[in-house]
């Protein structure tokens, strides 16, 4: 049996990340102090908007940061908003969800593999492990493969906020070493207006502080929101993987099953079929609010990014800020097309493997439970935004071809203001 203090060490850093902000469990003087602290930079971003609101290049630049943080404000004032759903499910996914593998197989194949169930920022290696295993994979390079996309959301999203941090004291010390050091060079890592009185030591360096502790904040909210979202999308992965798996076990009965064993796998499978589907459909309630603004946020962050890009290529401090930024707004939008994807495959090879099952062999009962369950799985799980788009690796070309004509839109626009 897979006792509680193993599950913990699986899912220990996504229930740390939604602790802290104080989505789950729900405390709402933490999640009201994560908006609090995201305000410090919100308001005197704004600020700089409506003072600039002429310099086309002031908006462009202020935007693209300003997007990000209220896309992490209002993921989690829907989560809040969701508030009893959302309990529901993520204490379902922390919790009974795993309890599936005692209730409807006791192999302790599956509590070898759970040990794969890794949930580093999100669980990519349950799906890959629950298709090695199916498909005897002998190489494990597929898992260390794994392990990287893990760790690479995190990676990304410290990595620019690392360049942010840094670039303006290093740029200050490499100037002061050339000697044309002079104070209007002083800047803080993300744009916005504050009184001229902060720009003397020591308010300086609290506003740079306070810039640092809101974007953190923000970093922190967005890896509790997706991570949760992607780990819920490939632990569903990893059930419809082992239905398919249970359902190619029915075929291969040698005749030593008598036929009430064989309707017990049978009801199991079925009723295992029904709880995923179920959750499936939870899934999609309460994730796709959250998808249909990350979908519009990540369609003008990667425009706006992109721009700023495009036009920073003699300024190497700012092109290695908003390349690396870019990067990380492009891995948030995969991180849920391409779980999403894999979510429209496997709950659709779940079909499959009902068809290639033995159906034939059975009473007329479980001949009819077979088949009602081949009808059901012709309909393909999938998550939406907003119900308009169906998250999946062909909707991420559609929503780049989006973000490119906004590109080309804004670029023309910024070039005539440059004339």
């Not at 729900?26 to 005197?44: A, E, G, H």
């Not at 060079?185 to 001229?196: C, G, I, N, R, V």
């Not at 082992?242 to 017990?264: A, C, F, P, W």
């Not at 079925?270 to 959250?290: D, L, N, T, W």
Request: aromatic share 18%.
């Amino acid at each position: 049996m897979i006792q509680q203090f193993q599950i913990e060490k699986f899912i220990y850093l996504n229930k740390w990340f939604l602790n802290i902000v104080g989505l789950y469990p729900q405390k709402s003087w933490r999640f009201v102090t994560s908006l609090f602290c995201m305000l410090l930079l919100v308001i005197p971003q704004f600020v700089q908007i409506y003072l600039f609101c002429t310099d086309l290049s002031v908006i462009l630049e202020t935007s693209s940061v300003l997007f990000t943080i209220l896309l992490a404000m209002l993921k989690g004032a829907v989560w809040i908003f969701n508030g009893k759903s959302m309990e529901d499910l993520v204490g379902f996914l922390f919790n009974e969800y795993w309890k599936i593998i005692e209730s409807f197989d006791n192999s302790k194949t599956l509590v070898k593999y759970a040990g794969y169930y890794i949930c580093v920022y999100y669980s990519y290696a349950i799906y890959i492990f629950c298709f090695s295993w199916i498909f005897h994979w002998k190489d494990i390079s597929g898992f260390r493969y794994a392990n990287k996309m893990t760790k690479g959301y995190t990676f990304l999203i410290i990595n620019a906020l690392l360049f942010f941090f840094s670039l303006p004291p290093i740029e200050i010390l490499i100037l002061k070493f050339n000697g044309t050091y002079k104070s209007s060079d002083k800047h803080f890592p993300f744009p916005a207006t504050y009184p001229d009185f902060l720009k003397e030591f020591p308010y300086f360096q609290i506003v740079y502080f306070s810039q640092i502790i809101a974007t953190m904040t923000c970093a922190l909210v967005i890896l509790a929101t997706d991570t949760l979202i992607a780990t819920a999308l490939f632990h569903t992965c990893g059930q419809f993987v082992v239905i398919q798996q249970k359902l190619e076990l029915l075929s291969s009965n040698d005749g030593h099953e008598t036929g009430e064993m064989i309707k017990r796998k049978i009801i199991l499978i079925v009723k295992h079929h029904q709880m995923v589907i179920g959750f499936s459909k939870k899934m999609e309630r309460v994730f796709s609010p959250m998808m249909f603004l990350q979908v519009f946020a990540s369609s003008m962050i990667i425009c706006l990014v992109g721009l700023q890009v495009s036009t920073t290529f003699t300024n190497q401090y700012k092109l290695v800020k908003y390349f690396s930024y870019l990067l990380m707004a492009l891995f948030q939008l995969l991180l849920f097309c391409w779980p999403g994807d894999q979510l429209l495959l496997q709950s659709g090879k779940v079909c499959q493997s009902a068809y290639f099952t033995k159906w034939y062999q059975f009473g007329k009962e479980r001949r009819g439970e077979i088949q009602l369950m081949l009808l059901r799985s012709q309909k393909l799980i999938g998550i939406t935004a907003g119900k308009f788009y169906l998250m999946s690796l062909e909707n991420f070309n559609v929503i780049l071809s989006t973000s490119m004509s906004y590109f080309m839109v804004l670029r023309s626009f910024n070039s005539s203001e440059g004339k």
